[in-house]
């Protein structure tokens, strides 16, 4: 496995050389299987105790020549799927990649292990045959349904922004933001680069490449438009869609879309419902889409006020 090659590879077909691509990933693929299932097993032993190293992950960053911070994470995805049989019978076949397994691995804790145990080959039959990134959107909706009350880790209260100027005078930029938050923020500067982009598009300018500056621009052009407004000035609320049954609405229970930004629980998309205005899309037997009137609902105040 990986040997290797003699072959030139500038002198191989475009066909030849992306078949080799295909092979390398799906060898990489076996290898990682392997290796979640050997140091899983090395893991849980503590075999790396008996040289006197603290963790697995220190070991490994000690004689592996890998970082500590990603290896303490493969370690952890390797512990849980010693305990979730279904999905390591998956990978050790070949009909699930090791890269979703990990993402399965990570949604499982106290608090959703009892429904993982129930859907567990239902979720592994549907990300057989999916994306990476589809697969991380589905296990994204199944935790949304089965953790509705628990703690998200990345809710609002972790939300954090690093702001710090470089020996050279330039400012280094860096967020960490939920799903409502983050949603909120890309919205808006979506927004902002696109009447910029169509702006430099009329004006013949090349726009390959340019994105991150776009949003650089668009953030700029947002603090300036803060300091604009008075002190008694509202500014004016941005504009976020959740998609939600209205079952789901109603219960709060399940898991609803935040548009752009993915899954979230039904009771978040009840909360963001308190002050929004509700758009019925109602399908019909046959099939087709009935669109009704935008509906202001009160927030908690005005509701309040009008009793």
Request: aromatic letters at 4%; a neutral charge.
């Amino acid at each position: 496995m990986c040997e290797p090659s003699p072959v030139d590879l500038r002198q191989l077909s475009d066909a030849a050389l992306g078949a080799l691509v295909v092979e390398l990933q799906e060898q990489a693929d076996r290898l990682e299987a392997v290796r979640l299932k050997v140091l899983g097993e090395w893991d849980a032993r503590a075999v790396w105790a008996l040289d006197g190293a603290c963790s697995g992950a220190a070991w490994l960053a000690a004689r592996g020549n890998v970082a500590r911070s990603p290896t303490s994470g493969f370690l952890r995805d390797a512990r849980h799927l010693r305990a979730m049989p279904e999905t390591a019978n998956a990978v050790a076949e070949g009909r699930l990649a090791p890269a979703k397994a990990r993402l399965l691995a990570r949604a499982v804790n106290e608090r959703t292990k009892g429904s993982f145990a129930r859907d567990e080959q239902t979720l592994v039959d549907t990300l057989g045959g999916l994306t990476v990134d589809d697969a991380a959107q589905v296990i994204r909706f199944w935790e949304r349904s089965a953790d509705q009350d628990g703690p998200d880790p990345r809710d609002r209260g972790t939300n954090a922004v690093w702001l710090s100027q470089s020996l050279s005078g330039r400012w280094l930029l860096k967020g960490d933001f939920d799903v409502e938050s983050g949603t909120v923020l890309f919205t808006v500067l979506s927004g902002l680069v696109e009447r910029d982009r169509r702006i430099r598009r009329q004006q013949g300018e090349d726009l390959a490449g340019i994105a991150p500056r776009l949003r650089a621009d668009a953030m700029i052009e947002m603090a300036r438009r803060s300091t604009a407004a008075g002190d008694d000035q509202a500014a004016a609320r941005p504009l976020v869609w959740v998609i939600a049954g209205e079952d789901r609405l109603r219960t709060g229970n399940g898991a609803c879309e935040l548009a752009g930004g993915g899954a979230i629980s039904a009771r978040v998309a009840q909360r963001l419902a308190c002050d929004c205005e509700i758009t019925a899309v109602i399908i019909d037997p046959d099939g087709k889409l009935n669109l009704g009137r935008a509906q202001r609902r009160p927030n908690g105040a005005q509701s309040q006020t009008g009793r």
